[in-house]
């Protein structure tokens, strides 16, 4: 993994920011510059689904910022490893529960890479050790551009997978633990 995406982790992990989901912002994809070779795989932001104090009262910071790296360059190698396909931007999603467990999603703009390639990156980085948690569920997401990156997740921001909203009531709801119990059942 480059550098400047570990460093960028670093920073976005150091203060375990709050970032809550909403349904909507148009995220324009900035546009490649056609000169530069498109990278296999640049990691952008890291983000943190629950509020701080929750992030901060389950996983300690020294624990989950090399877990985080470690998904990242598991994803990067994948990628690297698949045929080259057209541009994609979106957010590698990690969902750690205590004992150890740990579960990942893809969420990308059109055109998605092909389900081979997404279940490449998945396993990839459901073979990574996860920290140890406590307390209930943590979920992160690391976002990328494969391939010189195209056009973003379309919905939530930051996204979630499109199966996700089945779980939210009419009236909305929340990214909590009785949510995060109902997409991946123990």
Request: net charge negative; proline share 10%.
């Amino acid at each position: 993994m480059k550098a400047k995406t570990k460093a960028a982790i670093l920073i976005g992990l150091a203060g375990f920011s709050l970032s809550a989901c909403d349904q909507g912002g148009d995220r324009s994809a900035a546009p490649a510059d056609a000169e530069a070779p498109a990278e296999v795989w640049v990691g952008k932001d890291v983000v943190l689904y629950l509020p701080d104090p929750v992030m901060k009262a389950r996983v300690e910071v020294s624990a989950l910022s090399p877990y985080v790296n470690a998904a990242a360059t598991a994803a990067e190698g994948a990628v690297a490893a698949a045929p080259v396909q057209p541009g994609a931007s979106g957010m590698l999603l990690l969902m750690v529960k205590p004992g150890g467990r740990a579960k990942a999603w893809v969420v990308t703009g059109e055109p998605a890479p092909s389900a081979a390639t997404v279940a490449a990156v998945v396993k990839a980085v459901e073979a990574v050790p996860a920290p140890a948690v406590r307390e209930g569920p943590i979920l992160v997401g690391v976002g990328f551009e494969a391939w010189g990156g195209g056009a973003p997740p379309a919905g939530a921001s930051p996204p979630i997978p499109r199966d996700w909203y089945g779980y939210f009531s009419k009236d909305g709801g929340r990214l909590d633990d009785a949510f995060m119990a109902r997409v991946w059942p123990d």
